[in-house]
């Protein structure tokens, strides 16, 4: 069988042509993919938004638990809280928005509520999620007649949450930016504060506890001595942190058997008196404050 025989001329023509066509077809698949990113990306982010974004933006906070159920922040705290988030967000639940969930978590870590940046996530229909360590009110502070909110790690909070124990007359106030807004990033400078709280921590599951009004921290920078405040304003000198007892003074567990014993016998942590020292191996009254008391009481009566 006789063999056909191709004419190379023809061929070489038709390769040419074939790799023209093949490098037109790859430059318009190009052209289009680079037009598409110019020109139709964000119309379709768009599209793809309205489609998955269900309607208004919803924020659901993980609220902080209290004890006999429910929870401890006030309804007021809750709506400053929610508006916070909204506004840190925007406007819509953009879900392709990759920033906004960053800028939710920053703006709840600066409100003072949360001892670090909470998890926001996304939920089915919409739904930011915020979910965190809140930060638990431990006193109010009295510096400079002024109250102030401290919570138990030592930082400044937020007001709105009525708490009964109080911290007196600290060194310094609480920290301040540099524009002089309150700083709810550090912690409240001065060791007579964390002695206070940790005083009060100290104490907080005692049955006689609830005659303890709040801590007067003004001696402890210069004496090393914190006094207990009772519900009467009477004073039990404690001394020093119940971690680092001051030199000479007995131990933190002595003292609170000192304390456990007035309360036996006399139903009183003070004991009746105006002041009264836990410090030392024996307690100690001071009677020049009681026959104070007692003549003021008579000058009261005339």
């Not at 930016?177 to 907080?204: F, H, T």
């Not at 456990?260 to 006399?266: E, F, M, S």
Request: proline residues 6%; charged residues 25%; glycine residues 8%.
């Amino acid at each position: 069988m006789a063999k056909k025989i191709e004419n190379p001329k023809r061929n070489s023509r038709f390769v040419v042509a074939k790799a023209y066509f093949s490098a037109i077809s790859i430059t318009l698949l190009v052209g289009g993919a680079v037009a598409g990113a110019v020109f139709g990306v964000r119309p379709l982010q768009n599209r793809t938004a309205m489609v998955l974004d269900r309607g208004a933006l919803q924020i659901r906070f993980s609220w902080p638990a209290a004890n006999g159920g429910g929870t401890w922040l006030p309804q007021a705290c809750k709506e400053q809280l929610l508006a916070l988030a909204k506004d840190a967000a925007g406007e819509s639940s953009d879900i392709l928005e990759p920033t906004q969930l960053s800028q939710i978590a920053a703006a709840m870590e600066q409100s003072g509520w949360f001892a670090s940046a909470p998890k926001v996530t996304r939920k089915p229909g919409g739904v930011i999620e915020v979910n965190g360590a809140w930060r638990v009110p431990a006193a109010n502070v009295r510096f400079r007649d002024q109250n102030y909110l401290v919570s138990w790690d030592g930082t400044p909070m937020p007001p709105g949450v009525e708490t009964t124990t109080w911290v007196f007359d600290p060194a310094v106030g609480p920290p301040r930016d540099r524009a002089g807004e309150r700083d709810y990033a550090k912690p409240w400078a001065g060791e007579d504060m964390a002695a206070s709280l940790e005083l009060l921590e100290r104490i907080a599951k005692e049955p006689w506890s609830k005659q303890v009004k709040g801590v007067d921290a003004s001696q402890y920078s210069n004496k090393g001595t914190l006094v207990l405040v009772t519900d009467n304003s009477t004073r039990v000198v404690w001394g020093g942190r119940p971690k680092k007892p001051s030199l000479g003074e007995i131990s933190t567990a002595q003292k609170m058997e000192h304390i456990r014993q007035l309360v036996k016998d006399t139903k009183r942590i003070d004991a009746n008196y105006p002041i009264i020292y836990v410090n030392q191996e024996r307690l100690q009254f001071d009677i020049s404050a009681t026959a104070m008391a007692r003549r003021q009481s008579e000058k009261d009566g005339e």
